[in-house]
T-cell receptor
Framework: DQQVKQNSPSLSVQEGRISILNCDYTNSMFDYFLWYKKYPAEGPTFLISISSIKDKNEDGRFTVFLNKSAKHLSLHIVPSQPGDSAVYFCAAGTGANSKLTFGKGITLSVRP | ETGVTQTPRHLVMGMTNKKSLKCEQHLGHNAMYWYKQSAKKPLELMFVYSLEERVENNSVPSRFSPECPNSSHLFLHLHTLQPEDSALYLC?????????????????FGDGTRLSIL
């Protein structure tokens, strides 16, 4: 049973518009959430994280929102750029250790 | 450059061969991880080492044998693999593995080894 779910396999947006990538989780013990970005033929690269004590974390064009009651988080990219085209993985962990549970990933395509 | 280097990048082997995957991290981290990524599936954690001691083994078949000679190097020894073992194998590291309050650390990944079993 998947504890971290990225239900949409792909998303296509126009350059300059907002990209919203969604992630749901089922394990209420998760208290730390991360987004990774992966280009073809490269490993995942850490993008942004959020702790469960917050509901928002922002880093430049990237903002992650956390809704604990809904067990839902989302990554907003504004404005989207063609170089953002990649696979985005949502991951979750607990404060006990650095072990992470990953979603299947979503492929973002940003059209020029 | 992520600070985590994996070799080889690609490997094709027969089911009776023995080969090893290598991972080296230059970040001064104390924890290292092996993951398997199959098509259309999430990353699956295989093994975790903390300060050269194996702390997690997620029911991985014995045909996969990890080795961590020091905190900078991690190996995955392969023998008599099956076709379903064809996948991308990723190595990662983090500053620490566990302990109260020290769990919130991102992992840094290498670029992976694409393994194909004939």
């Amino acid at each position: 049973d998947q504890q971290v779910k990225q239900n949409s396999p792909s998303l296509s947006v126009q350059e300059g518009r907002i990209s919203i990538l969604n992630c749901d989780y089922t394990n209420s013990m998760f208290d730390y959430f991360l987004w990774y970005k992966k280009y073809p033929a490269e490993g995942p690269t850490f993008l942004i994280s959020i702790s469960s004590i917050k509901d928002k974390n922002e880093d430049g064009r990237f903002t992650v929102f956390l809704n604990k009651s809904a067990k839902h988080l989302s990554l907003h990219i504004v404005p989207s750029q063609p170089g953002d085209s990649a696979v985005y993985f949502c991951a979750a962990g607990t404060g006990a250790n650095s072990k992470l549970t990953f979603g299947k990933g979503i492929t973002l395509s940003v059209r020029p | 450059e992520t600070g985590v280097t994996q070799t080889p990048r690609h490997l094709v082997m027969g089911m009776t061969n023995k080969k090893s995957l290598k991972c080296e991290q230059h970040l001064g981290h104390n924890a290292m991880y092996w993951y398997k990524q199959s098509a259309k599936k999430p990353l699956e954690l295989m093994f975790v080492y903390s300060l050269e001691e194996r702390v997690e083994n997620n029911s991985v078949p014995s045909r996969f044998s990890p080795e961590c000679p020091n905190s900078s190097h991690l190996f995955l020894h392969l023998h008599t693999l099956q076709p379903e073992d064809s996948a991308l194998y990723l190595c990662a590291s983090s500053q620490e593995f566990g302990g109260a309050g020290r769990g919130n650390q991102p992992q840094h990944f290498g670029d992976g080894t694409r393994l194909s079993i004939l």
